[in-house]
């Protein structure tokens, strides 16, 4: 995916897919394993440098069935979010997102026209930066 702009030919090189976000893995064998998954790479740089040595932990402990489903709803809303972020960006719904009324700062900032020139996908994208929103605020962080 090309969503963030062009990547470097080094970073090609070893991440053909583009995907972000990447980490390199060198295995015993001296071979390196490129590894794209969010979920994965937190679990290996928590292996790699464990709380016992002063570092937080990013995901929650194994028997932390709270945490785990409190990470599990965060997850599907980063995904649902890069989902209709991507729909706003690469299948916008007309010329919603220029011109008259504030364009698309007027759409976020509520200073522009009212939700009737909003797109389908920016009103989903927006619905959802609200759930982000809400439960993000519905914790003290980490």
């Not at 980490?23 to 016992?52: A, C, F, Y």
């Not at 002063?54 to 809303?77: C, H, I, Q, R």
């Not at 690469?90 to 759409?107: A, K, V, Y």
């Amino acid at each position: 995916m090309r969503s963030y702009g062009d990547k470097p030919a080094e970073f090609l090189n070893m991440v053909p897919s583009g995907l972000l976000p990447a980490l390199i893995v060198e295995q015993p064998d001296g071979r390196k394993r490129v590894i794209t998954e969010s979920q994965v790479i937190m679990e290996l740089l928590d292996r790699w440098h464990p709380t016992s040595e002063g570092y937080k932990a990013m995901l929650p402990s194994e028997e932390d069935t709270v945490g785990w489903s409190k990470f599990d709803t965060l997850a599907n809303l980063e995904r649902e979010l890069f989902s209709w972020w991507c729909t706003l960006v690469f299948r916008p719904e007309g010329p919603r997102l220029g011109g008259g009324s504030g364009g698309l700062m007027g759409m976020l900032t509520g200073k522009g026209g009212g939700e009737k020139e909003m797109s389908g996908s920016m009103k989903g994208f927006l619905d959802c930066l609200s759930k982000v929103e809400s439960a993000l605020t519905s914790t003290p962080g980490p």
